[in-house]
C-alpha cells in the first residue's frame, strides 16, 4: 500500500461513506456536488461510464475545493484513463476489478499523489490488490457476498481497508461498518439518474442525509 497519505483516505476513515454516481448524463455537476455535501457526504465517485467526464472532474473538483469535499473517477480499466483523470483533478482512482493494467493505473495515480482503490472479490484478488500497492479494497459486487463476506476477510487480513460496493443501501450500511469495512458506498439509492437528470437536488440532499444517518445506527 501507499505510505503518502491524502485527504480522502482520512475523509472516508472519518465520515465512513463515498457516493458513486452513474448517470448516463450530468448537466450540473456543480450543483451535484454541493447537494451532496450538503447532506453529509463529501467524498464523490464520477464514472468513466458517463460521457466527458474529464470536463465534469474539472468542475467537480473545483467545486469540491471550495466545500472541503473530494472528487474521483472509477470504472477506469486503463493507465490512460488514470492520467487524464488525474489532470482534471481526480484525487482518487478507483477501478471495477483486477485487469492487467491494474499496475500501470497505479503507478499513474500515486505518481500524482492520488489515492487507488482497486476492485476485488476473492481473496486472492484481495492479496493481489494489495501487492499492486492498493490504498484500499473495494469488494464489489457487495450485494453477492454480505456484511459476513467482510468479517470473513478481515481473518486473514485484519488491516487491510475494505470498502463495499454494490448493493449496499441505508437498510444494511451500518451492518457492513460492523463488519469492519472502512467505508461505504452510496449508490443509486442517494443519486438516481432520473434526479440528476431532472435537477431534483434537495431530493439528493435528502437521500444523503438518510444514508448518512444510517451509518451511525
Not at 452513474?22 to 465517485?45: F, H, K, Q
Request: proline share 6%; hydrophobic share 50%.
Amino acid at each position: 500500500m501507499s505510505d503518502k497519505p491524502t485527504g480522502v483516505l482520512e475523509a472516508l476513515e472519518q465520515d465512513r461513506v463515498l457516493s458513486i454516481v452513474r448517470a448516463p448524463r450530468i448537466d450540473d455537476v456543480v450543483a451535484l456536488t454541493d447537494a451532496l455535501s450538503t447532506g453529509g457526504i463529501r467524498v464523490l465517485e464520477l464514472t468513466f461510464t458517463t460521457p466527458g467526464l474529464t470536463d465534469l472532474l474539472r468542475a467537480a473538483a473545483e467545486a469540491a475545493s471550495r466545500t472541503g469535499a473530494f472528487v474521483g473517477a472509477g470504472t477506469v480499466t486503463s493507465g490512460e484513463q488514470a492520467a487524464a483523470a488525474v489532470a482534471a483533478g481526480a484525487q482518487f482512482i478507483v477501478t471495477p476489478g483486477l485487469g492487467p493494467r491494474a499496475r500501470e493505473i497505479v503507478d499513474v495515480a500515486h505518481r500524482a499523489g492520488a489515492a487507488v482503490v482497486l476492485g476485488a472479490l476473492t481473496p486472492s484478488e484481495v492479496m493481489t490488490a494489495v501487492d499492486l500497492g492498493a490504498d484500499v479494497v473495494k469488494i464489489f459486487p457487495a450485494r453477492a457476498v454480505g456484511p459476513s463476506y467482510l468479517s470473513d476477510l478481515h481473518g486473514p487480513f485484519p488491516d487491510v481497508p475494505l470498502i463495499p460496493s454494490g448493493g449496499v443501501s441505508a437498510s444494511n450500511a451500518a451492518d457492513f461498518l460492523a463488519a469492519g469495512a472502512l467505508a461505504v458506498t452510496a449508490g443509486t439509492s442517494v443519486v438516481a439518474p432520473s434526479d440528476v437528470e431532472n435537477a431534483r437536488w434537495s431530493d439528493i440532499t435528502r437521500n444523503a442525509a438518510t444514508f448518512c444517518a444510517s451509518l451511525r445506527k
